[in-house]
């Protein structure tokens, strides 16, 4: 999904241009890995809080905990 790949490039201005469009914040790639779990990974803060402040209740519990295909964790 798009998304991945703008929070692995750290692009937050696209992210935030996705989640106006209503781009699911929980997509994640063949891995298992969510945009969440990528700009974790990467380093991109500013990406990961806007995702984080943009879930609502259980999708925010399930984006921190998911976990890829693999068994790791944001």
Do not use: N
């Not at 750290?10 to 209503?22: P, S």
């Amino acid at each position: 999904p798009l998304s991945v790949q703008a929070c692995a490039l750290g692009r937050h201005a696209i992210v935030v241009r996705l989640l106006e469009a209503k781009a699911d914040p929980t997509a994640a790639d063949p891995h298992g890995r969510s945009a969440f779990f990528h700009a974790c990974l990467h380093g991109h803060v500013t990406c990961a809080r806007l995702l984080y402040d943009h879930a609502r209740g259980p999708d925010r519990s399930r984006m921190v905990q998911a976990a890829d295909m693999h068994g790791r964790t944001p």
